[in-house]
């Protein structure tokens, strides 16, 4: 049995760091993508003065933390250790419109000196009461304007990744996926895996989804269609929340998800919804057509093996940290005592 916990304790955790200006949803998107909050209940969320930080966990790979920057902090203040904020951060997420372009590009500007690694993830946020050419115009112009103001600094380089989201769709589900998939090392083995899967399946489409989260860590090379990804997350929903009142025993022991969680729903247009454990974080959802479902036996052989594939990705993993640690561990012990004399090893 894989412990999926205790080997990343260690691993230096990348950051997502969350900022705008007041009132820009901040703060309601992190309840409602991580803590299952309803859109509706964050309308009486009170707006924070300070950084508030957490530790995402919910499986192996999506191991991360959260910094939410509230939009009165003057973080270019000369006390401010943004060096120490940006030299540990995978991405930037930044939300809002016209006021918040001329602080994006300060922020923007500023991190890619420090760390030109980031991934700058720009979320045109509260879209849901536009339409959608209204939308896409909005896209256009936010994009034109900040790579333009990049481009007269001389900083083409910077590549700006621009998502349209919203609370109460799955849009900030779909966006936070794209965002969390760059800080997953392993995502072209995992992609890969999938494709290899669902071509030897008859599979049409295949998702390896976070199950607290909603998120989804992987998928296939085929395109993502945004009513596949509702349905995806609908049937998560509709899982769990039967086995929270079906599936647990009659003294409430035991947990809702589990390797025994699985689930087959039918559609009206001949296609089938199949979700499967992979870990106790990680399910794997998939759309059959009819006449390619009868042939179970062979999709649940060959699920098998993508399982056991994903364990071996997980092993490999482990090494690497345990790796790390013991390395640490040596050079830690090499250091020169005050005296000048060397640490003996443990």
Not at 31 to 51: A, Q, Y
Not at 194 to 220: H, M, P, Q, R, W
Not at 236 to 254: E, F, M, T, W
Not at 287 to 303: C, H, P, Q, T
Request: hydrophobic share 40%; proline share 4%; aromatic share 10%.
């Amino acid at each position: 049995v894989l412990d999926f916990n205790d080997p990343f304790s260690t691993e230096v955790k990348p950051r997502i760091l969350l900022m705008g200006l007041r009132r820009s949803g901040k703060s309601s998107i992190q309840k409602v993508v991580f803590h299952k909050m309803s859109p509706n209940e964050t309308l009486f969320l009170e707006s924070t003065n300070k950084i508030c930080r957490e530790d995402v966990s919910n499986s192996s790979f999506v191991n991360f933390q959260i910094w939410d920057f509230p939009g009165q902090i003057d973080f270019f203040d000369p006390t401010f250790d943004y060096e120490m904020i940006f030299r540990g951060t995978g991405a930037l997420i930044f939300d809002d419109y016209m006021e918040a372009l001329a602080r994006l590009h300060l922020t923007v500007t500023r991190a890619y000196k420090v760390n030109p690694d980031i991934n700058f993830e720009i979320f045109i946020h509260k879209v849901d009461g536009l339409s959608d050419d209204h939308k896409i115009e909005t896209q256009r112009d936010i994009h034109q304007r900040a790579n333009d103001d990049l481009a007269d600094a001389g900083l083409e380089k910077i590549h700006l990744s621009f998502y349209l989201t919203s609370i109460y769709d799955h849009s900030i589900f779909e966006a936070f996926s794209k965002v969390v998939q760059k800080l997953i090392p392993q995502l072209p083995t995992l992609e890969n895996l999938l494709n290899i899967f669902i071509s030897n399946s008859g599979i049409e489409k295949a998702f390896l989804f976070d199950v607290v989260s909603k998120i989804y860590i992987a998928t296939d090379s085929t395109p993502v269609d945004m009513q596949t990804y509702e349905l995806c997350c609908d049937m998560i929903d509709v899982v769990i929340d039967i086995s929270c009142i079906y599936g647990l025993k009659d003294d409430g022991a035991g947990t809702p998800y589990d390797k025994e969680s699985m689930a087959i729903i039918k559609l009206n247009n001949t296609t089938v919804l199949y979700l499967k454990e992979v870990t106790k974080f990680l399910a794997l959802v998939c759309f059959v057509r009819e006449e390619s479902f009868e042939r179970k036996g062979l999709i649940d052989y060959n699920f098998h093996c993508f399982r056991k594939a994903i364990q071996e990705v997980f092993e490999v993993r482990m090494k690497v940290v345990r790796s790390r640690k013991h390395q640490s561990h040596v050079q830690k012990n090499k250091r020169p005592t005050p005296n000048g004399t060397p640490r003996m090893p443990l």
